[in-house]
């Protein structure tokens, strides 16, 4: 089985320009999750997707936004880029069935640089 | 809210000896899941181990196990017989044992193992 796929691999914007990262869940996996890691920090949690909906969001602001298509891919979209944003960008993918037993596969992760 | 602590930004050790990463947490909570994630240079998370807060059983893999102490919050990690493919960021993780809820992470701890 393919395990989570992530593109672009890294890339450069400049300040106010948008973004958007993909992300392929792994097979059979219905939820998937987007997480910022910014330099020398832990991920942290943006938002998760399941059934095509946004479920939950942690501390970001509503420039952050994403997708869920009907075969489980994600897309992770921010408008108006800041220097900060500046991070790699991890997509994680399980299949939830009601418990938090099954485990979290991750991508390498997107590099984004803001100049 | 939910923090993880990782106080020990980096270690060493030399191949072959035994090395022990700590973490602590906070939560309320009583049904939650305790992780131990590695991302090498790859910048892939790779899950290294996992314990279930409702047992009381130390989880072990292979060379890794945990010394989980619960009323402590307290969960640290061991690893045996050091290899250098161990030299990677170690993240100490916590998820809530219900909902489809995120991973919170730590700030890791950066391990390189010495020939």
């Known amino acids: 089985e393919t395990g989570v796929t992530q593109s672009p691999t890294h890339l450069i914007k400049t300040r106010g320009q948008q973004v958007t990262l993909r992300c392929s869940s792994q097979?059979?996996?219905?939820?998937v999750s987007w997480y910022q890691q910014a330099l020398g920090q832990g991920p942290q949690f943006i938002f998760p997707?399941?059934?095509?909906?946004?479920?939950g969001r942690g501390n970001f602001p509503p420039r952050f936004s994403g997708l869920q298509f009907p075969n489980y891919s994600s897309e992770l979209n921010v408008n108006a880029l800041e220097l900060d944003d500046s991070a790699l960008y991890l997509c994680?993918?399980?299949?939830?069935?009601?418990?938090?037993?099954?485990?979290?596969?991750f991508g390498e992760g997107s590099r984004l640089t803001v100049l | 809210a939910q923090t993880v602590t990782q106080s020990q930004p980096e270690m060493s050790v030399q191949e072959a000896e035994t090395v022990t990463l700590s973490c602590t947490y906070d939560t309320s909570e009583s049904n939650y899941y305790l992780f131990w994630y590695k991302q090498p240079p790859s910048r892939q998370m790779i899950l290294v181990i996992r314990q279930e807060a409702y047992k009381q059983q130390n989880a072990t893999e292979n060379r890794f196990s945990v010394n989980f102490q619960k009323a402590a919050k307290s969960f640290s990690l061991k690893i045996s017989d050091s290899q250098l493919g161990d030299t990677a960021m170690y993240f100490c993780?916590?998820?809530?044992?219900?909902?489809?809820?995120?991973?919170?992470f730590g700030k890791g701890t950066r391990l390189s193992v010495i020939a």
């Open positions: 097979s059979g996996h219905n939820t």
């Open positions: 994680a993918s399980r299949n939830w069935r009601g418990s938090n037993t099954g485990e979290l596969f």
């Open positions: 993780a916590f998820m809530m044992g219900s909902g489809n809820t995120p991973l919170v």
């Open positions: 997707y399941y059934r095509e909906e946004e479920k």
